[in-house]
């Protein structure tokens, strides 16, 4: 699946969303003008009306969260994946993934890569690269790409998605589920 798939996912997800709430909307509106219910009676509509449009948000923003976590995991799955299963390789990439955690400025990320993959250190070049979409450092994680053409595209797409989702116009389309009157 793409990110044009998840984003029309999402899309619909929230447009589904914006029609329970304008409905929502039509229904309290109804209730609150309906001159034969009692107060009581128009009170218990209203909060009915509200529970249920929160309970289906709720479930829409589950289910958002759901699409974008299995994305999320499958695009980490292949892009930064296991190194191997033997012992010795999965040693050294845990050492290696030591040091690459201690990088904390994007100067030394792109050294440290670029001596890595200059002396073919697939272990840390691979834990700078799970470094660099932790930090969002795309020139880390392009020189990775260059070196391992295959996995370019579900790199992108990787870096794309944790960009988004922490884009606060991101989370603005999010309060969708909490808009209840």
Do not use: F, H
Not at 116 to 135: F, Q, Y
């Amino acid at each position: 699946m793409s990110l044009e798939a998840l984003e029309s996912q999402i899309e619909n997800n929230r447009a589904q969303a914006t029609a329970l709430i304008e409905t929502a909307n039509r229904n309290l509106d109804a209730v609150k003008n309906d001159p034969r219910l009692t107060e009581d009676a128009r009170y218990q509509d209203v909060n009915q009306i509200r529970s249920d449009l929160r309970g289906k948000l709720a479930a829409l923003q589950e289910k958002e969260d759901t699409i974008v976590a299995d994305k999320l995991r499958s695009l980490e799955r292949t892009v930064l994946g296991t190194v191997g299963s033997d012992p010795t390789e999965v040693i050294s990439y845990r050492d290696a993934t030591e040091r690459a955690s201690a990088v904390d400025d994007l100067r030394t990320g792109e050294e440290m890569m670029r001596r890595a993959l200059l002396s073919g250190d697939t272990g840390l070049a691979k834990a700078l690269l799970n470094r660099a979409v932790e930090r969002g450092w795309p020139t880390v994680a392009e020189a990775y790409s260059a070196e391992n053409p295959a996995i370019g595209t579900a790199l992108d797409d990787l870096m794309k998605l944790k960009r988004w989702k922490d884009d606060p116009q991101t989370m603005t389309g999010r309060w969708i589920y909490a808009a209840v009157r």
